[in-house]
């Protein structure tokens, strides 16, 4: 166990107990720093937002370039040059010290040795061999601290992209009433929208996508632009179960055409007239007497062509009948906050239901009916004649088929996507009225936020680094004062040096090399055999200074 030493020379400030200690210090706060920063960043999505970027007319963002990348390197540097002033005391001071040790020590590693004029690159190999391990602990932790940390920590920081949420008041001021589906509504403004949406690919209507119509809510508080807010709300949607019928009848009487069938246990039937005048017969109608067991409804779709050759005249005929069902679909709605809520309603983002129910509105038979009730000339020279409902089906079938838009494969596209339109554009625009008392919840703001995350791997090996360097401090304290040395004073300059060599033959030997014209002394004497001879202290000057001589 090494033994505290009263008297060890001549010790500088950097290797004194204070300045170590110090280094000590900020080498575990750095540390415990780093754990925090880790742990926080790991729990929390980071462990700072970053706030608006302040970028010049040149378009350097500052902020980017010095907080979080130019800060790091700054502290790490000072940390490095801090460590710098401390081990190079401890290069300077080995060889003195191994002139005391009991037998001296070979001249190659004492009078012949100054590990400052040894390049850093290697003088860690150069002490290695020496047997120097804490000159060589020190030399390899200065190339890590100058070159590895400084490297890493311009990346110990970096900025990700992550959602933050937070709770925020909803009110629901408005809610569904079936019975507003009724016969007052004028359908011709409701499939115009749909035309709009559907066929000319406008802009969906506020609190619907293509699917549902959505409860409205407002969000109390403030919310920023862009952010997300997720509630739980009602959506309101319907469908079409549709078949293609091949066993139907077709029965002319001149001009009324009458189909008959039967779709799942439902009877349906349809009549129209036919004449050379029209091309296309698009018949939309609605059966609303089937059973419970037969699914209540169904609304009936025949397409076909004139044919005068065809005893029904008609030819390429095609049935749809299809059964409705409509859906109230509970769930968490996501809506985007605009930039302007005041004037601007939300945009729906997604919708995640989690229960529906089945039943119908009140109203169900009006809806059905009512729908299919305006009737429209076609622009295009009259090629068909249909309901309204029907001409949107036949816009929108001639966009999904061209010119085979009356396959029935594409009109099973097109009459169940019109009808979904139809039920959530009346619902959106008619079935939601005032609340005498508003409802409110709790829902849910998120948006995208840039949090600063510590770059893990970089933080450990910057830990383990600042670690390593903290024991080789302890250690060099424990050396510094079990070690003593023949240095008195800091050897700076000549005089110095002369002091130190008062009385001793090395000296002599010096100016003997010198008298022999040898100007590279040291170089000279470190290849002969001299290099191998032991040197030490052989006495006291007067002054109690050491004196150092030759042992063998």
């Known amino acids: ?56 007319s040149l378009g350097i963002n500052w902020n980017l370039g010095l907080l979080w990348t130019t800060l790091p390197v700054l502290v790490f540097r000072m940390l490095g040059l801090y460590w710098e002033w401390i081990t190079s005391p401890i290069f300077q001071r080995q060889p003195y010290v191994d002139l005391l040790k009991d037998g001296g020590a070979p001249a190659a590693k004492s009078v012949l040795l100054d590990y400052l004029a040894v390049p ?6 150069t002490a ?50 079936a019975a507003a589906l009724n016969a007052s509504i004028n359908w011709v403004p409701v499939l115009d929208t749909v035309s709009a949406i559907n066929v000319y690919h406008g802009n969906a209507l506020p609190w619907t996508d293509e699917q549902y119509a959505f409860q409205p809510y407002l969000v109390q508080g403030s919310v920023v632009t862009g952010s997300n807010v997720t509630a739980s709300t009602n959506a309101y949607s319907a469908y079409l179960n549709c078949s293609v019928l091949s066993d139907f009848r077709l029965e002319f009487n001149d001009p009324k055409l009458k189909m008959t069938a039967s779709d799942r246990g439902c009877d349906i039937a349809q009549d129209f007239d036919v004449s050379e005048s ?43 009948s299809c059964i409705t069902s409509y859906r109230v679909t509970t769930g968490d709605l996501v809506t985007t906050a605009p930039r302007n809520s005041m004037t601007t309603s939300p945009t729906v983002t997604s919708f995640q239901p989690w229960t529906l129910d089945n039943a119908r509105p009140t109203l169900w038979r009006v809806f059905e009916q009512n729908i299919i009730s305006p009737a429209t000339l076609n622009a295009q020279q009259t090629i068909w004649s249909t309901s309204a409902f029907g001409t949107l089906v036949l816009y929108l079938a001639q966009q999904l088929g061209g010119n085979q838009y009356l396959s029935p494969d594409v009109l099973q596209r097109a009459v169940p996507e019109v009808f979904s339109s139809v039920y959530l554009t009346a619902v959106a625009k008619h079935a939601f ?45 424990a050396h510094v004062y079990t070690n003593a040395t023949v240095l008195e004073e800091e050897p700076a300059g000549l005089l110095a040096y002369a002091a130190l060599l008062s009385k001793s033959p090395l000296m002599d030997f010096a100016a003997g090399l010198r008298a022999q014209g040898n100007k590279q002394v040291v170089k000279t004497a470190a290849k002969s055999a001299w290099k191998d001879s032991r040197w030490g202290e052989i006495g006291k000057t007067g002054g109690g200074g050491w004196v150092i001589g030759r042992l063998e």
């Not at 030399?139 to 590895?148: H, K, Y």
């Open 278 to 320: 029209q091309q296309v017969y698009f018949k939309t109608s609605s059966e609303i007497g089937c059973s419970a067991a037969a699914w209540y409804s169904r609304l009936v779709f025949t397409a076909a062509t004139y044919s005068s050759d065809s005893p029904t005249r008609v030819n390429a005929t095609t049935v749809l």
């Open 433 to 477: 009225v005032p609340l005498r008392v508003p409802t409110e919840i709790t829902g849910e703001m998120s948006q995208l936020t840039q949090r600063l995350f510590t770059v893990y791997w970089v933080a450990y090996v910057i830990i383990v680094i600042l670690l390593l360097s903290m024991c080789v401090v302890l250690v060099a304290i």
């Open 120 to 125: 850093l690159l290697w003088r860690w190999w």
């Open 128 to 177: 290695s061999k020496n047997k120097h391990f804490l000159v060589g602990a020190c030399s390899f932790l200065t190339l890590v601290m100058s070159i590895v940390v400084s490297a890493l920590s311009a990346r110990l920081f970096a900025v990700k992209t992550v959602v933050t949420g937070a709770d925020i008041p909803v009110l629901f001021n408005t809610t569904f009433d």
């Open 1 to 56: 166990m090494p033994v505290f030493k009263k008297d060890v020379g001549w010790i500088p400030w950097a290797l004194r107990l204070p300045s170590l200690l110090v280094f000590v210090f900020f080498d575990l706060a750095l540390v415990c720093c780093l754990i925090a920063l880790s742990v926080r960043s790991s729990q929390h999505d980071g462990f700072a937002t970053i706030g608006g970027q302040d970028v010049t």
